[in-house]
């Protein structure tokens, strides 16, 4: 109950502050954004349709697509988010303030705002029933990232738009479109730790993995590796680091072995003991 009760909450505050961001930033300043509002905004000119009826036509058609294809509990969250963020732009976007902004600077704040409120709605499981279901779409059949899609479809959206307005016009949309990518990724995962995953071929392992636990207090995992031409088997350590240790780590590899194998990856969610239980990182 606990969390469906908070899950319902952050839906309802994710749709308030897109709204938020598409009735002060968005559609006042005509900026090509990405989502249904930047939709409705590119084709304004060519459909001659009112706004509103194209961002609840968009709406209503991704939401049956998302139901088909990412399950009733997704169709039951989003079907909230469906209902709020029509009533919310209705209700509240004659109480919003004229702001007299330049064009670049509304695309900026919209595109955070946005982003933020889209972030808080996909971290439920929903979706705010507009043009982020075909993210979450590629995400569920092919595992590509959410906020790398969000920026490729919104691209395309603000392209959409070159016909009916001036290549500034585009250039603005684009950076909108930048900044609501990086939001919805800080959103999602924010509350994770940011490390790195490194993998460690030596053969003074025993001895690094020794210090990495004395010096740096992290465990490791190590697993059996075949060189591909030698065909010798070697042993790869496996390390997770907070960024901040990332250095210390390489300073001890080097100490024992300057020319071990190291590969590192970033690691953005990192979860369990060290990193999400309240032990140092």
Same mark, same amino acid.
Request: contains cysteine; aromatic residues 12%.
């Given at each position: %109950?606990? &969390?469906?009760?908070?899950?319902? $909450? ?6 308030? %502050? ?7 930033? $968005? ?16 084709? /304004? ?5 009112? *706004? @509103? ?19 009733? +509990? ?32 509304? =695309? ?36 590509? &990232?959410?906020?790398?899609?969000? %920026?490729?479809? !919104? ?25 609501? =990518?990086?939001?919805? !990724? ?16 030596? =053969? ?5 993995? @020794? ?14 590796? *075949?060189? +591909? ?12 680091? =907070? ?7 390489? @300073?001890?590899?080097?100490?024992? /072995? ?19 239980? +309240?032990? &140092?990182?």
């Amino acid at each position: %109950m606990k &969390k469906n009760l908070l899950n319902f $909450i952050l839906i309802l505050i994710g749709n308030l %502050m897109l709204v938020i961001g598409v009735g002060v930033f $968005i559609l006042p300043f005509n900026i090509l954004s990405g989502g249904v509002a930047g939709v409705a905004v590119a084709l /304004d000119p060519i459909l001659n349709i009112d *706004r @509103e009826l194209v961002i609840n036509g968009i709406i209503i058609a991704f939401f049956i697509v998302g139901w088909i294809v990412l399950g009733k +509990g997704f169709a039951m969250k989003t079907a909230l988010s469906s209902i709020a963020y029509p009533i919310f732009l209705t209700v509240l976007t004659p109480y919003f303030p004229s702001l007299d902004l330049d064009p670049f600077i509304a =695309s900026i704040y919209g595109g955070l705002v946005c982003g933020v409120g889209i972030g808080l709605v996909m971290r439920c499981g929903a979706s705010t029933g507009g043009m982020d279901i075909p993210p979450m779409i590629l995400n569920k059949l092919f595992n590509f &990232k959410i906020s790398s899609c969000v %920026m490729v479809i !919104d691209t395309l959206t603000v392209i959409l738009g070159i016909y009916a307005y001036n290549i500034e016009a585009v250039l603005i949309g684009l950076f909108s479109v930048f900044m609501t =990518s990086i939001a919805i !990724d800080k959103v999602l995962s924010f509350g994770g730790s940011s490390s790195k995953a490194v993998w460690i071929i030596s =053969s003074f392992y025993k001895e690094i993995i @020794e210090e990495v636990g004395r010096v740096l207090d992290r465990g490791t995992t190590i697993t059996e590796g *075949r060189g +591909g031409y030698t065909n010798v088997q070697k042993p790869v350590v496996l390390c997770v680091v =907070s960024s901040s240790q990332y250095p210390q780590l390489i @300073e001890i590899i080097h100490k024992y /072995d300057e020319r071990a194998f190291v590969f590192a990856t970033d690691a953005t969610d990192v979860r369990g003991e060290g990193f999400s239980f +309240g032990f &140092k990182v």
